[in-house]
């Protein structure tokens, strides 16, 4: 061991850290889960504690696990989150629906897009039409709304086109690779896509339309997708760079009731030992404190845990806008989650099955939103926040 790493090391057993805790990420395969291998494989070898990675199999689970106590961290996008705040999808059981979580730290902001083969006559979202092939996986909820979206922007129904149901992640790239289906919401950065690249067609990606070509349209695809922000991609396969898509903050999360001690010292630590971890893995340079400023000044989608801001205040980052969002965003959390347990409770009383497929716990759900804040959803009300 060199001298700068022992003194690394025995730096960061100063801290009184736990014996392990568990980091929820998404499937084996995806850039999110090498992430979560390579700063945490760092963490485990320079500290006395452990970080175990828990690849959970679909976005309901990681929520799950992380408001049950399986997971101590677990990484969700704004997307994920909205959609889990209206207990949409698989999000409506009483383990996995509406939670007071915070971001403790940004992980990565992820292109989303629209892949398609590099020999398909499908190259934008103009060409997709009554008959289109559409890969669909109901394994995790941003990824329905990516179908959704996409079907909203052309003003179709689901029964306009094909959807071919597949069970996971992976499967929604390869079919398209296969020949199955015609289009795909996935992601640039993904492991997944890099194999895909490599087959003998290659791939493309569909453009995300500038607002000003067709608002009305734009309108209702970001009436389905408010958690993202178009830019230009700079990160992934070389087929989508310079492509306008939608990012995604993807964040890690913590239980707003989380040790606040520990979540300042974890920030802290991957800031001061960020060159230690992020040349591990293609995209681990972007889990870093910039990453994460840019998510405040472009508007925070979620609410920040108090051990981040503490530390934040201590770097100086921290203003009094940043104060003022963060206030609201936390209000709009607590108000959802009491409601969702009142909710519950409610549901529990009148013997109704909650569950995804209860269609009477869902119109019970919805009263209960719509009579305490209208037909928004969760995103619309984040994105109305001034």
């Known amino acids: 061991m060199s001298l700068g790493l022992a003194a690394a090391v025995a730096a960061a057993q100063d801290h009184e850290w736990p014996d392990y805790f568990t980091v929820v990420t998404p499937i084996v395969g995806t850039a999110n889960h090498s992430l979560g291998v390579a700063w945490t494989s760092e963490f485990s070898a320079q500290t006395a504690s452990r970080a175990r990675v828990l690849p959970a199999p679909n976005g309901y689970a ?3 696990w992380l408001a049950t106590g399986e997971g101590d961290i677990s990484m969700l996008q704004a997307s994920d989150y909205f959609d889990q705040m209206d207990a949409k999808e698989g999000f409506a059981t009483a383990q996995a629906g509406p939670a007071d979580t915070r971001v403790a730290v940004m992980n990565m902001i992820t292109p989303w897009g629209y ?10 979202f103009k060409d997709i039409g009554p008959g ?25 129904g689901r029964d306009d086109v094909e959807l071919i149901e597949v069970g996971n992640y992976g499967a929604n790239t390869r079919i398209v690779v296969e020949g199955r289906a015609d289009v795909a919401f996935t992601s640039p950065l993904s492991g997944t896509s890099y194999e895909a690249e490599a087959n003998p067609s290659g791939l493309r990606w569909l453009p ?36 306008n898509m939608d990012h995604a903050f993807q964040a890690n999360h913590v239980r707003a009731d989380a040790d606040p001690e520990f979540v300042y010292k974890l920030t802290k630590w991957l ?35 108090a051990g981040a801001i503490r530390y934040l205040k201590e770097k100086g980052v921290w203003t009094d ?32 099955d909650i569950s995804p497929d209860s269609a009477e716990f869902a119109e019970l759900w919805k009263a209960k939103r719509e009579a305490a804040g209208g037909k928004l959803s969760y995103g619309e009300m984040v994105l109305a926040i001034e």
Request: aromatic letters at 8%; proline letters at 6%; hydrophobic letters at 40%.
């Open 62 to 64: 990681r929520a799950e």
């Open 115 to 124: 892949m398609v083969r590099g020999d398909s006559e499908i190259e934008s």
């Open 132 to 156: 289109t092939r559409i890969a669909y996986s109901p394994s995790s909820s941003f990824l329905v709304s990516g179908v959704n979206a996409l079907l909203a922007y052309r003003g179709l």
């Open 208 to 243: 995300l339309p500038p607002k000003d070509a067709d608002p009305e349209a734009f309108a209702r695809y970001r009436a389905i997708q408010p958690g993202y922000v178009p830019a230009e991609v700079s990160s992934g396969v070389p087929s989508a760079m310079g492509l």
């Open 271 to 305: 800031d001061e030992h960020y060159e230690d971890f992020k040349d591990d893995f293609t995209h681990a340079p972007m889990m870093s404190m910039a990453s994460l400023e840019t998510f405040l000044k472009v508007g925070a989608l979620q609410p920040l845990h």
């Open 321 to 352: 806008t940043f104060q003022a969002r963060q206030d609201k965003l936390v209000e709009l959390a607590q108000t959802r989650v009491a409601l969702w347990q009142q909710t519950l409770d409610e549901a529990k009383e009148k013997g109704i």
